[in-house]
C-alpha cells in the first residue's frame, strides 16, 4: 500500500469525533456485548490498514456530498439526545428539504458502500440500516422539539439508504 493511503486512512481514522456523547447511533444498534468489549478493550484493538480501504471510500462519498450541499438540505449533521443520565448523538449524512403544497417535508439519506452480495442477500437492506435510520429519527425529532410536539409539517417523512456497491460480483 502506498505510504499516501496508509497516511489517508490513519487520518479518517484519527478525525472521528462523536461529539460529547456517551453512546452513539452506531454503537447501540450493535450486539450490546460487542460494544462493550470495544469500549474496554479500546487501546488495545488493531487494524489491518487494507481492511479500512472501502471505509475511505465511504468517507470521500460523505465529504463529496457535505461540500455539494446546499439550501435543499444539510449534511453531517450531529444529532444529541439525554437518556436516562446517558448523552447519545446520531449523525445524519444529508436531510434533503422540500415543499410540498404548504407542508415542508424532510428526508433522512445514510449512505452505504457494500457489497453486491449484501444486497442481494437483503432486498429491503440490511436491519441495521433501518434501526440506525429510525434512532436517526428518533434524535432529529427529540432535538427539534424536545417537548415533542413538532408539527406533521417538520417531521421526517422519508428516510433513504443510498447504497454505493463497490462490487458486482456474487462470491
Known sequence: MPDILYKAILKQHETYD???SDLTVTE???PPWQAALQR???DEVTEDADSRIWSLFGSAIHSFIENSSDDQGT???RYFIKRMGKTISGQIDYK???NIGDDLWHTIYDWKVTSAWSALNNPKGKQEWHDQLNLL???HDNQQNPMKMLTVARRITDLVVVAFYRDWSLN
Open 18 to 20: 462523536k461529539g460529547n
Open 137 to 139: 429519527k428518533l434524535l
Open 96 to 98: 434533503e428539504y422540500r
Open 40 to 42: 474496554k478493550h479500546h
Open 75 to 77: 449534511a453531517e449533521t
Open 28 to 30: 447501540l444498534i450493535k
